[in-house]
């Protein structure tokens, strides 16, 4: 929803105003405009014919602010047919009356449509942005214009001078506009408590002084004290008004000078009457000065508004960086280059265990460092004076109460300035944090390095014992199945003799490993006329992934060493893993033997080998391949990292 609409529901007291409801409202703002007109045209000057204020257009340029744009045209509907019974009632002509209440009825329309048009929307007068355009845009241009309309009214009908009456026009809607609308407004859309900083009794006070000081001014005064009562003398407690309790209290107050002031002028009273003018003129010069008075202190209120919600605002993001340094024991820290007078935020003395009485320097700062930190920062800090070069570093302090505390400070120069400025951080909990964290990561690591030492010798028990076994088998198809099954027990064996000695204990180089387990299967089956090369770059495998791939490596080439070269054939068998174009791996043993059997499809063979890798194949999400031509080729491609579901062989 709109800021517009959030207003009006919050001016209505509704949250979805029907139209019964517009019209309710629209007729109580016509009543409370007849009461208020009713009351303002008890006061007509002569010969213009015309109420020497007429606070009704404050007041109804209010309402349209406060209210949304479609309901302007039921409520200036009302209120037009208000001025003209009040105008009649007033003892005016039809045509007369009709003249008046369309000047007073377009004249709002347009000052609320070129305030929401260019000035801001909502207007709050709480700026001077919001006050200066508001006296320009309604009070200077929207009224000038609908005065050209007004002043023809008594011209035309009474024979008025239209100039003459023009002036009075523009200046009486003016003053009207000016205090009543930032009263009303302020009042209504701030939800503004005036006495929310000061107490009643001071409102009421100061209130009833500037009352006091307006009827001395203007005749009340006993006659030692005439002379020197001026109506300025009034000033000095508007501005304490306007300090105290802000727009809406300096609003209010206005209004009562106004109210007084023109009404006693009104009546011959006080320094605006002069003799042998006309009553219309001294209020119209009473009315200027009202308007530069009026001008003058709602700036001021909306300064001192704008003020406070700055020094507010820069209290609250002082409290937010000061909660912030606590949080993070961070401050910030900067020294005059000339005078080495320093200048340090709330945390740096809380870092330092020191108290705020302390007027820091540069020497005294760096007393602070240990004996081994305290020439490195003095030279980090020589080097960003004379070379521009910023520093990062971690020393160790000794606060003041004789704590050793860790700290990461960070400064850079600013020579054109003559200054350095950084930060200072309290990192003593990191690094005990971080020192415990190694120690634990070491202590894991020495268990892991014996873990996979204990398997190792585990599986080489079992390799043994598979050896010994097979030795007292005759049967040789039984014996070469046990032979089979030491390969791989050794191929895993040999992994976590890598991960023993290696400083990763998460991943294996795999050519070097594949180098050894190719050495070892060709000793197993003692073919010397088979060269096995490992054609590959070095390429690091996770434990999850190696393990599988070994296991494949072996069966894959212990099937190329046990039946590609019948007869002592001589041959080669490379062995390696590359990566393809789209980032995969791709593991490949491959013999220029008698080649794969045509007849036999190796993807629902029963042999228990391939069985395996077909296994070991969907482990790592991987895809096995044939290739026949000269010779065999098996590979095997599998992305970068396989999701093994958590499971590991060995």
């Not at 005990?432 to 585990?458: A, C, G, P, Y």
Request: net charge neutral.
């Amino acid at each position: 929803m709109s800021e517009a609409g959030k207003l009006t529901k919050e001016f209505t007291g509704s949250r979805s105003p029907t139209r019964q409801q517009d019209f309710l409202r629209a007729l109580g703002v016509a009543v409370l405009y007849y009461l208020i007109a009713r009351v303002s045209l008890l006061f007509i000057i002569q010969p213009e014919g015309f109420a020497v204020i007429w606070p009704p257009s404050g007041f109804i340029l209010a309402v349209l602010l406060l209210t949304e744009r479609r309901s302007w045209l039921i409520t200036m509907t009302a209120v037009f047919m208000a001025v003209v019974l009040a105008n009649l009632y007033a003892g005016n002509t039809f045509g007369v009356s009709f003249g008046f209440a369309l000047a007073n009825s377009v004249e709002p329309l347009i000052a609320a449509s070129l305030l929401n048009r260019f000035v801001t929307t909502p207007i709050r007068f709480n700026k001077i942005r919001d006050i200066t355009g508001f006296c320009l845009v309604a009070v200077m241009v929207s009224n000038a214009f609908t005065a050209l309309v007004g002043a023809a009214v008594p011209a035309l009908g009474k024979g008025t001078p239209y100039w003459r009456a023009w002036l009075v026009w523009f200046v009486e809607d003016g003053v009207g506009m000016l205090i009543l609308t930032p009263l009303i407004v302020t009042l209504a859309r701030e939800r503004v408590n005036i006495f929310k900083n000061s107490g009643l009794i001071e409102f009421a006070a100061l209130l009833g002084a500037i009352a006091a000081v307006t009827l001395l001014s203007f005749g009340f005064a006993p006659e030692r004290l005439s002379i020197i009562m001026r109506p300025e003398l009034v000033m000095p407690l508007l501005i304490l008004m306007a300090i105290r309790f802000k727009v809406a209290g300096a609003a209010l107050a206005l209004l009562l000078v106004a109210l007084l002031s023109i009404l006693l002028t009104k009546l011959g009273m006080g320094p605006f009457t002069v003799s042998g003018h006309t009553t219309s003129l001294g209020i119209i010069s009473l009315q200027v000065s009202l308007w530069i008075a009026s001008f003058a202190i709602l700036i001021l209120a909306a300064t001192i508004v704008e003020r406070e919600a700055l020094s507010n605002s820069l209290k609250k993001s002082q409290l937010l960086l000061n909660e912030t340094e606590q949080i993070g024991k961070v401050g910030g820290w900067e020294f005059n280059i000339d005078t080495g007078e320093q200048t340090w935020t709330e945390e740096i003395y809380n870092i330092h265990e020191l108290d705020r009485a302390h007027n820091p320097t540069v020497e005294r700062g760096v007393e602070f460092y240990t004996p081994a930190s305290k020439p490195i920062i003095q030279a980090a800090v020589q080097r960003a004076i004379e070379c521009s070069e910023p520093f990062d570093l971690e020393l160790d302090i000794i606060t003041a109460k004789g704590n050793l505390k860790s700290v990461h400070a960070i400064g850079r120069a600013d020579i054109e300035h003559r200054r350095v400025y950084g930060f200072f951080q309290d990192i003593t909990e990191r690094k005990r944090t971080d020192e415990q964290i190694k120690r634990s990561l070491e202590e894991k690591t020495v268990m892991l390095k014996e873990i996979h030492h204990r398997v190792k010798n585990n599986m080489q028990v079992i390799y043994s014992l598979l050896s010994l076994q097979a030795k007292s088998i005759a049967d040789e198809t039984v014996r070469d199945n046990l032979e089979e099954s030491k390969n791989r027990v050794k191929s895993m064996a040999m992994i976590h003799e890598r991960l023993y000695r290696s400083a990763d204990l998460a991943h294996i180089e795999f050519k070097d490993y594949l180098k050894s387990l190719a050495g070892s299967i060709a000793n197993t089956y003692r073919i010397h006329d088979v060269a096995i090369s490992v054609d590959m770059e070095p390429v690091f495998l996770d434990v999850n992934m190696g393990i599988p791939c070994g296991l494949i490596v072996n069966e894959l080439l212990s099937n190329s060493l046990k039946y590609a070269f019948p007869e002592g054939k001589k041959g080669t068998v490379k062995v390696g893993i590359n990566r393809d174009g789209e980032g995969n791996y791709v593991l490949f043993v491959e013999d220029n033997g008698i080649g794969f059997p045509a007849e036999i499809d190796f993807l629902n063979t029963k042999t228990l080998g391939l069985e395996l890798v077909k296994g070991l194949t969907r482990q790592i999400n991987g895809k096995a391949e044939l290739s026949r031509g000269a010779g065999t080729r098996f590979s095997i491609t599998f992305p970068d990292s396989a999701d093994t579901g958590g499971q590991q062989n060995g």
